[in-house]
Each structure stands twice: as C-alpha cells, then as structure tokens.
C-alpha cells in the first residue's frame, strides 16, 4: 500500500530536523503497535542520510557492532577498536555533530531498558554532556506506551526532562481511512467501510494488510479474520503481553468484560471477584487503552462512569476472537465466521456510534464531542457535537436502519439536556448507514 495521511506529521518532523541544524533536539515518538512510526520516519527523511538504529533482542556488544559499522558508513568516518557499550558509540556521534548535522532514530528505544538498563544514563550523560555544542536529532521511537511514558516522563528516570519535543502517532482519520478503501475498491459500501473501521480501527498495519492482499469488502474482510493463516488470531495477545509481561490476566479479563458490554466498574467487581479500580485506572491513566467516561456536562465528582476500549481491533479481538479461543484451537474457522456474523448487527451498531463520534470530532469547527445518559441508564444520547464559537450543536441518534429512528423519541431525551444548550442553534438527527 502506498504512502496515506501524516502531512502534519512529516512537516512537524522536518521542522524539528532544521532546528537541530542550530541546536540539538531530542524528539520522542511514540504510538501503539503497527500504528505505523518507523514508516513515518523513513517517509519523512527519504531525501537524507540518517542513521537508524533498530533495537533487537541482542546483546549490547552485538547491537553496537552492527550500528559501528553503519556509522561508519553512512557518517564516512573511521572509529578505532571495536565499540562495545552505547556510551562509546553516541560519543563518537555527538562528537561528530559538532560539525555536521545527524539525524539518529532509535527503534523499538524501550527495548534498550530491557536490555541493559544502564543504556538509558549512558544516553542522558552524552545528551547533558554534548546539548549545548551537538548539530543533532536524536529521535527515541517506541511502541510500548507504558515504559515509553516510564523512561521520559518519569521525574525519577534519567531522560526526564530531556526531549525536545514528543509525537503521539494515532491511527488513520475516517477521512483517510475512506480514501484508501476508494483507492482499492472504488465501488466500496457502507457496509465495507464499517468492517474495515471496526477491524482496524485505522491501524496502518491492518488496513495496508487488507489493502495489499485485496480483502477489500465486508466478506473478504471477514474470510480474512477467520483462516488459519489470520495475521489477526494472536495480535491481540501478542500486543497485550507486549505491555503487561507476565501478569496480564487480570488485565486481559478485564478487557474481555468490557468489550462483552460490562461498562461499569459494580459489573466488573462483580466478576472478578474484587475491586478493580486500580486495574482501571492502570489501563487507562498508563496504558491508554480504555476510556474513563462520563455524560457529557457531567461533573468530574459524579456517578454513572463508564468505561470504554478505546481501541477497535482491540475490542473486536476481544469480543470475538479471545472469546472464541476454543473454536480457534480446534481449527473451526467456519464456526468463527459464523457467529461473527451471528452478531455483526447489533456489534457493528456500537462501532458506528463510535465511527460517527469521531467523524465530527474530525470537523473543522467541532470543538468537543462526547455522548450523554441519564443516572438510570434509561435514557442515551449518542452522539452531541459542539460547536463553541458559532453557538451550534449537532444532536445525533444514531441507526444502522434510519427506518428505526423515532424522532420524537430524540427531542424527548433532547429536553433532558435543553438546559446546557441556551443560545445555540441545535440540529436533531439521524445519522445511519447512508450518511457514512
């Protein structure tokens, strides 16, 4: 699949590479698996010489070798004896930035931490000791949030306080997501857009996946999940341990709960038999990947939270195939595709509610969306999109079948919310299939 989106992205990079032509910068950038950063990168210096360090599972002595050997390379200069520690070989670098100007990106960067923790002072000693004379970029990318956050915002970490400037990666924009799917199947549906939003939440990975092995409508999307050879059967575990280490089954109930539609903290204990607020509060404030909401308007102090993943492949991977396991082993993919298919309608309902909520959350004069319920649980609101400056608001109910939607039904639950909406001109709708 061809290069799509991160026009921002790649001009904020460049931006920061010209900058250290006067004064060092050490840019952090981080983002979820297959979420696309080291394309990113490449993309963005494709027209200079840079050095890029991946991080493999081997040792420090192993790893310098093969990054001795492409500096001296790439920098076109000759480094005495064989390099042996990371110290040793930045120095060399930083001292050649004196000079010249070097773009150095560090790959998978955290894995140094799992490697040998002494790697992260030794990086902190040159930065503090070479800063002020260095020529250089300097760019840790990491897919492991959790240690990413650990090691630079960490105040008890060496690199705390070090980076220049940081870079959140996020998956594809609705918008973009809808031109790539045009690109390879002009004739695309709804129907085939709401798979590929659920399944991948705009992944690059999984949708360049799709894309490439022409699985580009609803069915061939779901014949895709459901083999043998499905890069997406082991993702979810793989991504999760990736994070937690060993002690993730906890946190794997939890998701698995979530995603099945327990969104309240009350239901969770319920089944796991103990209070779980740590366990929340771990997946959302250092992992980011469940949402902590409340209706919109509601006070920080309230009740009725809920709690959402964030993630769409994450919640599909749960709700269908974690949940599923014993299926998958027995090799009954058919079973699979079935009751996938069993349960797409009401599944997918959720899915566009959320597609919806980030499609105006994408529009250039929205300034904050969000949903609302009652204490009860009674009465929802799907979809609220404001527009602060020009005193509009959008209130959406959203159907896969407009055929569904009761108008009247939306201004009753519009009158529970009027109070918050003086002096804005507010628009009732439907927002269904045919408005994707």
């Known amino acids: 699949m061809e290069f799509y989106d991160r026009e921002i992205e790649i001009e904020q990079l460049k931006a920061i590479d010209k900058l250290s032509e006067k004064v060092a910068q050490f840019t952090v950038l981080m983002g979820r698996r297959r979420i696309g950063k080291t394309t990113l990168l490449k993309e963005a210096?494709?027209?200079?010489?840079?050095?890029?360090?991946?991080?493999?599972?081997?040792?420090?002595?192993m790893l310098c070798a093969e990054y001795?050997?492409?500096?001296?390379?790439?920098l076109g200069i000759t480094i005495h004896g064989q390099v042996s520690n990371f110290f040793q070989l930045l120095k060399e670098i930083f001292e050649y930035s004196k000079n010249h100007q070097v773009t150095i990106i560090i790959d998978e960067f955290q894995r140094l931490a799992e490697i040998e923790p002494s790697c992260i002072s030794e990086i902190q000693n040159v930065w503090d000791a070479y800063q002020q004379y260095a020529h250089i970029h300097l760019i840790a990318c990491g897919s492991i949030y959790s240690m990413m956050h650990k090691l630079f915002e960490d105040s008890k970490e060496p690199l705390f306080g070090r980076k220049t400037a940081r870079l959140?990666?996020?998956?594809?924009?609705?918008?973009?997501?809808?031109?790539?799917?045009?690109?390879?199947?002009?004739?695309?549906?709804?129907?085939d857009l709401l798979m590929l939003y659920a399944l991948t939440g705009g992944v690059a990975k999984y949708v360049a996946h799709l894309m490439d092995t022409g699985n580009t409508t609803k069915e061939k999307m779901l014949n895709s999940v459901c083999s043998a050879t499905s890069?997406?059967?082991?993702?979810?575990?793989?991504?999760?341990?990736?994070?937690?280490?060993?002690?993730?089954?906890?946190?794997?109930?939890?998701?698995?709960?979530?995603a099945s539609g327990m969104t309240s903290q009350s239901e969770i204990d319920s089944i796991i038999g103990k209070n779980?607020?740590?366990?929340?509060?771990?997946?959302?404030?250092?992992?980011?990947?469940?949402?902590?909401?409340?209706?919109?308007?509601a006070k920080n102090t309230s009740l009725g939270v809920k709690y959402f993943i964030n993630d769409c492949f994450l919640n599909f991977w749960f709700r269908f195939i974690e949940s599923n396991r014993s299926i998958i082993e027995l090799g009954k993919y058919n079973l699979?595709?079935?009751?996938?298919?069993?349960?797409?309608?009401?599944?997918?309902?959720?899915?566009?509610?959320?597609?919806?909520?980030q499609l105006y959350s994408e529009m250039p004069r929205?300034?904050?969306?969000?949903?609302?319920?009652?204490?009860?649980?009674?009465n929802e609101i799907d979809l609220i999109a404001i527009e602060a400056l020009d005193k509009r608001a959008i209130i959406g109910e959203v159907k896969r079948n407009i055929k569904r939607y009761n108008p009247n039904l939306l201004n009753e639950k519009y009158q529970n919310i009027k109070s918050?909406?003086?002096?804005?001109?507010?628009?009732?709708?439907?927002?269904?299939?045919?408005?994707?």
């Open 231 to 258: 890069i997406f059967l082991e993702e979810g575990t793989e991504l999760l341990i990736g994070e937690f280490g060993k002690q993730y089954q906890v946190y794997f109930s939890i998701l698995q709960l979530v």
């Open 336 to 357: 699979l595709r079935e009751y996938i298919q069993q349960n797409w309608e009401q599944y997918s309902g959720y899915v566009l509610e959320k597609y919806f909520r």
């Open 276 to 297: 779980t607020g740590r366990y929340l509060k771990t997946l959302g404030e250092e992992y980011s990947f469940l949402d902590k909401k409340r209706p919109m308007w």
């Open 168 to 191: 959140d990666l996020k998956p594809f924009s609705v918008g973009s997501l809808k031109k790539i799917l045009a690109d390879h199947n002009p004739n695309y549906t709804s129907e």
């Open 366 to 378: 929205v300034t904050q969306v969000s949903h609302w319920w009652d204490k009860k649980g009674e």
């Open 45 to 61: 210096f494709s027209d200079k010489e840079m050095l890029y360090f991946f991080v493999s599972k081997k040792s420090i002595p």
């Open 68 to 74: 001795q050997q492409q500096v001296e390379e790439t």
């Open 420 to 436: 918050h909406l003086r002096g804005y001109k507010v628009e009732l709708k439907c927002l269904s299939m045919n408005d994707m």
